[in-house]
């Protein structure tokens, strides 16, 4: 499975290849200051749309789906088109044959599981009507729950009638919003892994959006970003997350420490460069750099002194000792005082103000052998090569 | 007890639930879903006969379906006798004073359906007039039971309307409330009683099922 690799200016809009399940290339103005803007063209397989809230991603489904008008563009499934605005074309949301999971299901509350899954098909005879949704009953395997109401299922259970009742419809695209959501970390888990299997055998292109970083990586084969409404980078989960091109694709591959640097000198002989870093407010989103700044030694990337950056620092990266280490490989020793301690499921997150104010993630056993507690005394330790720079929007090479 | 006037009022409350019913839902699903900015205009309008007098609201549509409006002159050119004084009128009237009845809950248990039911059921291919049928006339079933109890209720102890537009002609016009003020006008205390209770009763057992419905037919999906 693979996103199309074109990019957005080789591209005429409304111009769909064979090869695309799902050609999408919309605009819409939603307020003053935000629109959705997104071009992009799939193939079979599950593609996930990550994305902070707020950046459009349920309006942009709403649009393929047809709920929602596009204020110009084109959306074609299988080169069938759905809505062109040049050719005055919109075809009805009722005659799309899309499959929808809504981000809270919308099981009819008064349909038992089985007159849910079944409403969709009321044009068939009652024997292909039957035949078709016991099918789905036990792919799904929710034959047991089939007249229960949706107030009597779990959270988990609903999922599946929810699914089942898109899939039953045979559609030539699903459409999931943030599925699990709204379900609690320990059954999200588990429910990510059926989704995963059930969406796998019914061999229909899936556009899971989700702001999860772990459904992202539990489901997906194939990334799309999406950021105040525009697709900023897309290829397989792996290619986008290591090489992140921005801030929100940095904020999903996990750099919870993220400050606006200035080169300051330029190492070319070691491959190296200087950059201060804090002592400017940076980006909203992100942790304030407080205090004078500091220096850190980071790769080397095509830049001058005076020039502006962001540094971004993943949490696990970073190394604490109580005692200044000596005879280390590591570049950045930076001596400062520990802020807090807070513990996430098994992390122990630990703020430490070394000039900046960086966040590191240590194990329970290693936070009570070393005895830490705030106010202690620590030194922060992060090699080069765990800096990762960002340039205006771009990751610099 | 004045069975001609029994058997009329119910006849009466009847007609203007089931009118009530007809011309309440499309309303009250406009009332629930329209984004037009008056709509405030309307839900006010379709409220005025909660707090108006029945006698303000009877006079006016005496005055109107009088010989005098074209409403009046039509009907009589149709039918060949006046609309005022007559059961028709009656009914007029009382469509008028019940309509915030039906509406009300009607439109309160509508827009307490979740949207995006609407939107699913178009997802699936159903169109605007079946999901109508099967999802939104099922999720406001406790509503239309309230309009239906309450109108019914409501058509039954009117009097102030009645008297109004149909006068107290026996078998036409005299419904049981005006009997109860003949009655006391006899001084005949035991049977306006007798009626009295009557409407009591019946008012009672309906508000008794509006008042049951509110704990719902079934649990409420609970949102996840």
């Given at each position: 499975m693979s996103v199309l690799t074109k990019s957005a200016t080789d591209r005429t809009p409304g111009a769909a290849t064979p090869l695309d399940t799902l050609r999408v290339c919309i605009r819409k103005v939603l307020s003053a200051t935000f629109e959705l803007n997104v071009d992009f063209a799939l193939s079979s397989g599950i593609s996930i749309f990550f994305g902070p809230s707020g950046a459009g991603k349920t309006t942009l489904l709403d649009c393929i789906a047809g709920l929602t008008t596009p204020d110009s563009g084109h959306v074609s499934v299988l080169g069938h088109v759905l809505f062109d605005s040049t050719a005055g074309i919109a075809v009805p949301v009722t005659r799309r044959?899309?499959?929808?999971?809504?981000?809270?299901?919308?099981?009819?509350?008064?349909?038992?599981?089985?007159?849910?899954?079944?409403?969709?098909?009321?044009?068939?005879?009652?024997?292909?009507?039957?035949?078709?949704?016991?099918?789905?009953?036990?792919?799904?395997?929710?034959?047991?729950?089939?007249?229960?109401?949706?107030?009597?299922?779990?959270?988990?259970?609903?999922?599946?009638?929810?699914?089942?009742?898109?899939?039953?419809?045979?559609?030539?695209?699903?459409?999931?919003?943030?599925?699990?959501?709204?379900?609690?970390?320990?059954?999200?888990?588990?429910?990510?892994?059926?989704?995963?299997?059930?969406?796998?055998?019914?061999?229909?292109?899936?556009?899971?959006?989700?702001?999860?970083?772990?459904?992202?990586?539990?489901?997906?084969?194939?990334?799309?970003?999406?950021?105040?409404?525009?697709?900023?980078?897309?290829?397989?989960?792996?290619?986008?997350?290591?090489?992140?091109?921005?801030?929100?694709?940095?904020?999903?591959?996990?750099?919870?420490?993220?400050?606006?640097?200035?080169?300051?000198?330029?190492?070319?002989?070691?491959?190296?460069?200087?950059?201060?870093?804090?002592?400017?407010?940076?980006?909203?989103?992100?942790?304030?750099?407080?205090?004078?700044?500091?220096?850190?030694?980071?790769?080397?990337?095509?830049?001058?002194?005076?020039?502006?950056?962001?540094?971004?620092?993943?949490?696990?990266?970073?190394?604490?000792?109580?005692?200044?280490?000596?005879?280390?490989?590591?570049?950045?020793?930076?001596?400062?005082?520990?802020?807090?301690?807070?513990?996430?499921?098994?992390?122990?997150?630990?703020?430490?103000?070394?000039?900046?104010e960086v966040a590191a993630h240590l194990t329970l056993w290693a936070r009570d052998s070393l005895g830490l507690t705030p106010g202690s005394a620590v030194w922060v330790i992060v090699k080069t090569h765990s800096c990762h720079l960002f340039q205006d929007g771009k990751r610099s090479k | 007890m004045d069975w001609q006037a029994f058997g009329l009022t119910i006849r009466l409350a009847t007609v203007v639930t089931g009118i009530l019913v007809v011309v309440g839902f499309p309303l009250a699903y406009w009332i629930a879903f329209s984004t037009w900015r008056w709509k405030f205009v309307v839900e006010a309008i379709v409220a005025l006969p909660i707090v108006l007098p029945p006698t303000v609201l009877g006079f006016y549509v005496l005055v109107a379906v009088g010989q005098r409006s074209p409403i009046g002159r039509w009907w009589q050119a149709a039918t060949g006798h006046p609309l005022a004084f007559t059961f028709e009128a009656l009914v007029i009237g009382s469509v008028l004073y019940s309509l915030p009845f039906a509406v009300q809950p009607l439109a309160s248990s509508l827009s307490a359906i979740d949207r995006r039911l609407l939107d699913a059921s178009a997802v699936l291919g159903v169109s605007k007039l079946k999901t109508f049928f099967r999802v939104l006339v099922p999720l406001s079933l406790s509503g239309l039971v309230a309009g239906i109890s309450l109108t019914f209720t409501h058509t039954m102890g009117e009097f102030g309307v009645v008297l109004m537009l149909g006068g107290n002609i026996p078998g036409i016009t005299r419904t049981l409330s005006i009997n109860i003020y003949d009655q006391v006008q006899d001084l005949n205390y035991s049977a306006a009683n007798a009626t009295a209770l009557v409407l009591v009763a019946i008012a009672f057992v309906l508000l008794s099922v509006v008042y049951s419905l509110n704990r719902r037919f079934w649990r409420v999906w609970p949102r996840i």
């Open positions: 044959n899309i499959g929808y999971v809504f981000q809270d299901l919308a099981l009819f509350p008064h349909l038992t599981v089985e007159s849910n899954i079944a409403y969709g098909l009321a044009w068939l005879s009652a024997v292909e009507r039957d035949a078709r949704v016991d099918r789905l009953l036990s792919e799904m395997g929710i034959a047991a729950l089939r007249s229960r109401r949706p107030a009597d299922l779990s959270g988990g259970e609903r999922q599946r009638v929810a699914l089942a009742r898109a899939l039953v419809m045979q559609p030539s695209v699903l459409l999931l919003d943030e599925p699990l959501a709204a379900l609690d970390l320990p059954v999200r888990m588990k429910i990510a892994d059926d989704l995963r299997s059930c969406i796998q055998n019914t061999q229909t292109p899936v556009l899971y959006v989700t702001h999860s970083r772990d459904e992202v990586f539990t489901l997906g084969d194939n990334l799309l970003v999406l950021e105040h409404g525009r697709v900023i980078a897309q290829g397989t989960p792996h290619a986008v997350l290591s090489a992140p091109t921005n801030e929100t694709v940095a904020q999903l591959a996990g750099f919870e420490n993220i400050f606006d640097a200035v080169v300051t000198s330029i190492h070319e002989e070691r491959g190296t460069m200087t950059c201060r870093v804090g002592g400017s407010p940076p980006g909203k989103t992100y942790r304030e750099a407080r205090g004078q700044g500091v220096e850190l030694e980071t790769p080397l990337v095509r830049s001058t002194p005076g020039d502006k950056l962001r540094v971004g620092i993943s949490a696990g990266d970073i190394l604490l000792s109580t005692t200044a280490p000596v005879g280390l490989s590591a570049r950045n020793v930076l001596a400062g005082r520990l802020v807090s301690l807070s513990q996430r499921d098994a992390i122990i997150v630990a703020v430490v103000d070394c000039g900046i | -």
